[in-house]
């Protein structure tokens, strides 16, 4: 993936309107996923009064948390589609979906489609992974 930032002074005409703004960044993203190249602009207003070349960092650091996690439960495992009649059962299923990611994490696995599809049958291997040890493991 290829990130292009271009960031610019906020004119008086921003800075009136919000109050300690410095600059007006665009960040155009480019790449190949899924076998299919995409570009994305993104737009931000920032108080932070450092270089471009920082706020590139910056932006790669907030994205890369978006990406690991975020895009991943939303994405992949449709966490933003559940409803859930009872507030206990959100914090619960957040959970086991931290510690399924992390599994496959640490068990080797970059891509956590190709994760699932390698254990999501396989239970004793799954539980192998947090120590319990069953009558079908080998």
């Given at each position: 993936?290829?990130?292009?930032l271009?960031?610019?002074?906020?004119?008086?005409?921003?800075?009136?309107?919000?109050?300690g703004?410095?600059?007006?960044?665009?960040?155009?993203?480019?790449?190949?996923?899924?076998?299919?190249?995409?570009?994305?602009?993104?737009?931000?207003?920032t108080?932070?009064?450092?270089?471009?070349?920082?706020?590139?960092?910056?932006?790669?650091?907030?994205?890369?948390?978006?990406?690991?996690?975020?895009?991943?439960?939303?994405?992949?495992?449709?966490?933003?589609?559940?409803?859930?009649a009872?507030?206990?059962?959100v914090?619960?299923?957040?959970?086991?979906?931290?510690?399924?990611?992390n599994?496959?994490?640490?068990?080797?696995?970059?891509?956590?489609?190709?994760?699932q599809?390698?254990?999501?049958?396989?239970?004793?291997?799954?539980?192998?992974?947090?120590?319990?040890?069953?009558?079908?493991?080998?």
């Amino acid at each position: 993936m290829r990130w292009d930032l271009r960031a610019r002074n906020a004119g008086e005409a921003i800075t009136e309107r919000w109050s300690g703004a410095s600059w007006i960044i665009e960040l155009v993203s480019t790449g190949v996923r899924d076998g299919k190249p995409f570009r994305q602009i993104h737009h931000f207003l920032t108080t932070l009064r450092t270089s471009p070349k920082a706020l590139l960092r910056l932006v790669r650091q907030r994205w890369a948390i978006e990406n690991e996690w975020h895009w991943v439960r939303d994405v992949r495992l449709g966490e933003d589609a559940h409803h859930y009649a009872e507030r206990n059962g959100v914090q619960v299923l957040a959970l086991l979906r931290s510690l399924a990611l992390n599994l496959l994490r640490t068990n080797g696995y970059r891509s956590i489609r190709d994760g699932q599809v390698a254990v999501s049958h396989d239970i004793c291997r799954m539980l192998g992974w947090i120590g319990i040890r069953t009558a079908g493991a080998g």
